[in-house]
C-alpha cells in the first residue's frame, strides 16, 4: 500500500498563491489525484496525474492550477495561483493502483488517502 502525506496548506488572500506538496511512500505505477472538500459539500476532483506526469484538471482548476510529478522525490505538487473564496476547503491527495488514471474521477474510486491539508482563502 501507499501512503500519503500532504503539506502546504494554509490561509491566503483571494488572487494570492499556494504550493501543495504530496509525499508518497510508493509512486511509480500510481494514479495519482488532488481533491478538495469544502464544509457541507461532497469531496471533489481538482486534478490527476498519470504515472507518466500527464494532468487532467478539473474545470474549476483549469488555467489557475498546474500540477506536477517529481520522480525523484515520489511527490505530487500542485501550484494554486488567482485563488478564490470557493477554492476554500480541506485537500487531499489520493492515489489508485494503476499506471493510466483513465476514467477514475470519484473520490470512491481511489482507496489511499492522505490526512488532507487545510486551504483558506479569504
Known amino acids: 500500500h501507499v501512503q500519503l502525506v500532504e503539506s502546504g496548506g494554509g490561509s491566503v488572500q483571494a488572487g494570492g498563491s499556494l504550493r501543495l506538496s504530496c509525499a508518497a511512500t510508493?509512486?511509480?505505477?500510481?494514479?495519482m489525484g488532488w481533491f478538495r472538500q469544502a464544509p457541507g459539500k461532497e469531496r471533489e476532483m481538482v486534478a490527476l496525474?498519470?504515472?507518466?506526469?500527464?494532468?487532467t484538471y478539473a474545470e474549476s482548476a483549469k488555467g489557475r492550477f498546474t500540477g506536477s510529478k517529481d520522480n525523484s522525490r515520489n511527490s505530487v505538487t500542485l501550484q494554486m495561483d488567482s485563488l478564490k473564496l470557493e477554492d476554500t476547503a480541506k485537500y487531499y491527495c489520493?492515489?489508485?493502483?494503476?499506471?493510466?488514471?483513465?476514467?477514475?474521477?470519484?473520490?470512491?474510486?481511489?482507496?489511499?488517502w492522505g490526512r488532507g491539508t487545510q486551504v483558506t482563502v479569504s
Open positions: 510508493r509512486f511509480s505505477n500510481y494514479c
Open positions: 496525474f498519470d504515472s507518466d506526469g500527464r494532468a
Open positions: 489520493a492515489a489508485r493502483d494503476g499506471r493510466y488514471c483513465r476514467q477514475w474521477r470519484l473520490p470512491s474510486d481511489f482507496p489511499y
